[in-house]
Structures are given as C-alpha cells and as structure tokens.
C-alpha cells in the first residue's frame, strides 16, 4: 500500500487527536475515560409523599372553659382555625408542622386518657386525579376544535358530549380539592372528660357551721 505525503501526515494527526500513537512519559499510566455517572436526582426515587394527617386527645381536666381558651390561642399562633367548638370538645386545624406543638400544649392542660394519631397516604390517588383531570381537559380541547368543521347536527351532538365532560371534570376538580385540603391541614379533635359540679340550692345542716358556710363559692374556687 502506498501512501501519499499529506495523506500520511493527516492520519498521523487524527491518531494524535484521538490519544492514539502518543508514548506516554515514563512512569504514567494512559489516561482512561470514565463513564458518566447518573446524579442523585435521577437515581433516588422522590420521598415527599402528601398525606393526612389526624390525632385524637381525650383530655382530663377541671376547668373546660380555662383549657379551651389557651388552645384556642395555641391554635391561632400556629395558623390554624377552628372547626367545631362544645363544651365537651373541639375539633381544629393547623399546618401539618403545628400538630405535634399543639398536641403538647393540650396534654400540659390536664391529664391525657387516650391519644391517637393516624397517617393516610393520598399521593397514589391525588396523581390519578390529577391525571384523569388532565386526559378530560386534552378532550374538551379536541371537541372545541371540532365547532368550526361541523354541521348543525354534529355541532349539537359535540355540545352535548362537552357538557358531560364538563361535569366530569368539575367533579374531578372537586375531590382534588378535598384530598389537597385534608394535606394542607392537619386535624385535631381533643375531647374533655370532666365532672358537672352543681350548685347547691337549698340545704341544712345539724352542724351550724356548715349552714353559715357559702358552699357555692367554695366549690367554684375548688
């Protein structure tokens, strides 16, 4: 095989710019390329997963009205609100991050009987929703795009297909917004066990000192 000057010189050059052909100085191994490494991002799976989150706290106490008060306030500096205020219990919501504070503020009130706490994942069945919410909003579109092509009796007939997709999607749109909700806000229920102390009305006593007693201000300030 016969090779010309420059046909010679020009693949001497494509060895050099491929690395290929070249000594390398002495004591020095040929540099290796390495294969690309997938970031972190693509590799580790998403661990944020939107969930409800709900507890439940039956609380002793003596003075309902007292407690009431400081977990309404509680309540209030977490950014929450109530949804359900009796005598014998209230029903709340917070941020996700103010359940676990406002729980200890309760069970400083008096004395904790029972406490639950329940986790509900709704990720799966928010990401359907949303998907179902999707696929109707591309076919609504489709059936707009129609109008202009069609005639009297076609127009009629995608009309009345747009108004049952339009139904559908506000109720899709309507679950989702009561799943989203139930993660936004956390929901607390804290029932109060407490004791009616009644007034006494009438009474007589063979001690005279009980009779000239005030036994409704003492059981009040008890």
């Not at 989150?53 to 309404?72: F, M, N, S, T």
């Not at 329940?118 to 179902?132: A, C, M, S, V």
């Not at 108004?163 to 799943?179: A, H, I, P, T």
Request: hydrophobic share 45%; with cysteine.
């Amino acid at each position: 095989m016969i090779w010309s000057k420059h046909g010679l010189a020009g693949s001497a050059m494509a060895l050099i710019l491929l690395g290929w052909g070249m000594p390398c100085p002495a004591g020095e191994k040929p540099a290796q390329q390495e294969a690309p490494k997938e970031s972190a991002e693509t590799v580790q799976p998403n661990t944020h997963r939107r969930a409800a989150l709900e507890a439940r706290l039956v609380l002793k106490v003596i003075r309902v009205d007292k407690v009431r008060d400081v977990l309404l306030d509680e309540v209030k500096r977490l950014g929450g609100f109530p949804l359900l205020i009796e005598n014998s219990q209230l029903i709340l919501k917070v941020p996700p991050s103010g359940l676990t504070p406002l729980l200890k503020v309760a069970a400083d009130q008096g004395w904790a009987l029972n406490k639950s706490f329940q986790r509900q994942d709704l990720d799966l069945e928010i990401t359907k929703l949303e998907r179902r919410i999707a696929s109707k909003q591309k076919m609504l579109d489709k059936l707009r795009a129609f109008f202009d092509d069609s005639d009297v009796a076609a127009t009629l007939r995608i009309e009345r297909e747009m108004v049952s997709q339009v139904q559908q999607l506000e109720s899709l749109k309507g679950q989702l917004k009561l799943l989203l909700d139930r993660v936004r806000w956390a929901r607390i229920t804290i029932v109060f066990n407490f004791q009616r102390r009644d007034r006494i009305v009438d009474a007589h006593s063979p001690f005279e000192w009980v009779n000239t007693a005030n036994l409704n201000q003492f059981l009040t300030e008890y």
